[in-house]
Each structure stands twice: as structure tokens, then as C-alpha cells.
């Protein structure tokens, strides 16, 4: 499943102020091409061992994201949607 999220006015201002090409992809080749999930998967996973972190997945994001949210005080009707 692909998700679409445009990049907010002010990422692009701060894409730009350092120096960072601004590419419709947050994760993509060098040449602005989507990834595969099998390319985003091992980067992913090249990364996680790079910081000496285990093997993480995308899901485990998700729910450390919704953990942090909830205990800064987002309601949690918002993290659901």
C-alpha cells in the first residue's frame, strides 16, 4: 500500500536552506525514483544495525510514535485516525 503525503511549505523551505535537493519522495534513490519495499526494508535494517539498534520494523515506528504522542498529551481519537 503506497501513501501519498505532500511536503509542507516550510520542509521544503528547510529542504532547501540546507542545501538538501527537494524530491517528491521522503524515501527514494538518489535520482528521486520510488523505492521498492525490498529496497526500503534493507536500508531500513542497514541503518537500525548501523546505530547498533535490533531489528526494528516500520510497525515498531508506528506504535513508539503513538507511544510518545499519548504520553505528551495528544489525544488519543487523534492518534487513531
Known amino acids: 500500500m503506497s501513501q501519498h503525503i505532500e511536503l509542507t511549505a516550510r520542509l521544503r523551505e528547510v529542504g532547501e536552506m540546507c542545501s ?4 517528491d519522495q521522503v524515501f527514494c ?3 528521486g525514483s520510488v523505492l521498492t519495499l525490498d529496497q ?3 536500508r531500513f535494517w542497514m ?5 547498533g539498534l535490533r531489528r526494528l520494523r516500520r510497525h515498531d515506528l508506528r506504535h513508539s510514535f503513538g507511544s510518545q504522542a499519548a504520553m505528551a498529551g495528544v489525544p488519543v481519537l ?3 485516525k
Open 20 to 23: 538538501i535537493a527537494v524530491l
Open 78 to 80: 487523534r492518534l487513531v
Open 29 to 31: 534513490n538518489p535520482d
Open 47 to 51: 541503518v537500525s544495525r548501523r546505530a
Open 40 to 42: 526500503l526494508h534493507e
